[in-house]
């Protein structure tokens, strides 16, 4: 197999992991679950992911779940911060919301009156 051959399968393999994570964001995303989806040993599978990668799996699933709790505090306005942050596989919503202003700089609640202040302008533009 030719080197180009291996670092295609191996970009298969990242863009399959994070598949993964996509999918089971509520649930604890081990290293060993991730290793075992791909077939590999946790140790073979850490550095395949980390040379292909441009961030590490804990920088991808904290980012990815902060984003996709970002998008569900703006759309679903009448749920809980603590709800938002069970879903997304927080403990508790001072974790979420820790974690939520170290990523994006401001409070998950300040973020959500954002979003709405901004939508309202918007749509007091039409």
Same mark, same amino acid.
Do not use: C, W
């Given at each position: 197999?030719?080197?180009?051959?291996?670092?295609?399968?191996?970009?298969?393999?990242i &863009?399959?992991?994070?598949?993964?994570? %996509?999918?089971? @964001?509520?649930?604890?995303?081990l290293?060993?679950?991730?290793? =075992?989806? #791909?077939?590999?040993?946790?140790?073979?599978?850490?550095?395949?992911?980390?040379?292909?990668s441009?961030?590490?799996?804990?920088?991808?699933?904290?980012?990815?779940?902060?984003?996709?709790a970002?998008?569900?505090?703006?759309? &679903?306005?009448?749920?809980?911060?603590t %709800?938002?942050? @069970?879903?997304?596989?927080?403990?508790?919503?001072?974790?979420? =919301?820790? #974690?939520?202003?170290?990523?994006?700089?401001?409070?998950?609640?300040?973020?959500?009156k954002?979003?709405?202040?901004?939508?309202?302008?918007?749509?007091?533009?039409k």
């Amino acid at each position: 197999m030719t080197k180009d051959m291996s670092s295609q399968n191996y970009q298969r393999l990242i &863009n399959k992991t994070e598949d993964y994570i %996509e999918q089971h @964001l509520g649930d604890p995303i081990l290293l060993k679950d991730l290793a =075992s989806n #791909a077939h590999l040993s946790e140790f073979h599978f850490h550095r395949i992911y980390s040379k292909y990668s441009t961030e590490t799996l804990n920088e991808f699933v904290t980012r990815f779940k902060l984003e996709r709790a970002a998008i569900y505090l703006t759309v &679903n306005t009448s749920i809980s911060l603590t %709800e938002i942050a @069970l879903n997304y596989g927080y403990n508790d919503a001072s974790t979420f =919301s820790r #974690a939520f202003k170290r990523y994006f700089k401001i409070s998950p609640s300040n973020y959500r009156k954002q979003q709405e202040l901004t939508r309202d302008s918007l749509q007091n533009m039409k």
